[in-house]
Nanobody
């Protein structure tokens, strides 16, 4: 069993930056691929980034490529999402997820979500 807790969301102006963190419980963190998803009001949940078991392998949706960076620290059981050059259309609830597939994360575990709001 893995529990995921996100933090770092908030309100930021367009062009600004935020860093999301996702802390995982349990001693099996390193066996999971990790992903960040988001869900905007009235829309479905979309995967925006993923990182494999090897810290060198990453995936990004086209909508965030070049602006967002995913990373993980297995020693701290934490995955991060650095978000730069934020746009109003990035406004959503952001979720981290753990799964056994990569780059498409079929999540076994979800965090509770953290709100990101980008004002124009």
């Amino acid at each position: 069993q893995v529990q995921l807790v996100e933090s770092g969301g908030g309100l930021v102006q367009a062009g600004g930056s935020l860093r999301l963190s996702c802390a995982a419980s349990g001693r099996t963190f390193s066996v999971y691929a990790m992903g960040w998803f988001r869900q905007a009001p009235g829309k479905g949940r979309e995967q925006v980034a993923a990182i494999g078991w090897s810290v060198g392998s990453t995936y990004y949706a086209d909508s965030v490529k070049g602006r967002f960076t995913i990373s993980r620290d297995n020693a701290k059981n934490t995955v991060y999402l650095q978000m730069n050059s934020l746009k109003p259309e990035d406004t959503a609830v952001y979720y981290c997820a753990a799964g056994l597939t990569y780059p498409t994360i079929e999540a076994k575990y979800w965090g509770q979500g953290t709100q990101v709001t980008v004002s124009s």
